[in-house]
């Protein structure tokens, strides 16, 4: 049965390939410049102490939001990034999750205080404490071996990933098992000085180039002031990047560009 989804790996981008990130106030557009496949499996879900999760049968994991910490060192998050990348370049994680056994629901919070991905507009809050039926991933959604891009996400610096989970086993405890599959790309910020053309070219789709939503929520996470700093380059509105090219159609004027009031994505996480 075909379902629309794609392996997250089929996503990944290659060196010297464009993208776009949303973030609430606007745009940054980005050519990757080196790119690291990165990936824990399995990743044993743990607390804070580094205890194993071990979750009742028809149970939520009493811990709550759980980061992905690292169970040699629990100071550590797995999905986290510094300010600056090591490579003296600006640098972001985009990747996935499978999961087993299939019984576990995982609700991801992104940032880890903010709302739950995958809720439908007009619902109230998810709540994994109840185990709900919307607004997760299982292993039927995004097997173990081969996560799905139903469970992709872009990872900025300075922001932590964090989840809670549900057996929906009626008759047995079950550990959460991850596989976390990501790539880092180390990234050129284009500059509307020095590229307007290109951006002008990725505003409009002349060019080819994932567009990223960065968040799960129904709004982008906000672009912080201090990655301004470090990646030296501000937001931009669509139509401003168009407009970069001295000319042609603004973004709403081209054919099929917006549905129902929204902008609608090509490529890339939405």
Avoid: C
């Avoid at 972001?92 to 709302?115: C, M, S, T």
């Avoid at 990933?161 to 790309?185: G, M």
């Avoid at 020095?194 to 002008?200: Q, R, S, W």
């Amino acid at each position: 049965m075909k379902t629309g989804f794609k392996p997250i790996e089929s996503k990944f981008l290659e060196p010297n390939h464009l993208f776009a990130l949303g973030f609430r106030e606007g745009w940054i557009f980005g050519r990757v410049i080196k790119r690291r496949i990165v990936q824990f499996k399995p990743y044993k879900v743990i607390d804070s102490n580094g205890n194993a999760i071990d979750i009742a049968a028809g149970s939520h994991a009493s811990q709550g939001n759980l980061r992905f910490r690292d169970p040699r060192n629990t100071q550590n998050d797995v999905l986290f990034l510094s300010e600056e990348g090591d490579q003296g370049l600006p640098w972001i994680l985009h990747g996935g999750f499978g999961i087993k056994p299939n019984w576990i629901n995982v609700y991801f919070r992104f940032p880890e205080a903010q709302d739950i991905r995958g809720r439908f507009p007009n619902l109230d809050p998810v709540s994994p404490p109840a185990g709900d039926n919307t607004g997760y991933i299982n292993g039927l959604i995004s097997p173990y071996e081969k996560p799905m891009d139903t469970s992709e996400i872009i990872i900025t610096p300075k922001q932590h990933v964090s989840a809670e989970y549900y057996n929906k086993d009626p008759d047995y405890a079950h550990q959460p098992v991850i596989n976390l599959i990501f790539v880092v790309y180390w990234f050129q910020a284009l500059n509307r000085s020095m590229h307007k053309t290109l951006i002008a070219d990725i505003a409009m789709r002349r060019k080819p180039a994932a567009f990223f939503t960065v968040g799960f929520g129904q709004d982008p996470i906000s672009y912080d002031g201090m990655l301004e700093t470090a990646w030296n380059e501000t937001v931009m509105t669509l139509e401003e990047a168009a407009a970069l090219s001295g000319g042609g159609p603004s973004f709403q004027d081209e054919p099929g560009a917006v549905q129902g009031g929204r902008r609608r994505f090509l490529g890339g996480s939405q």
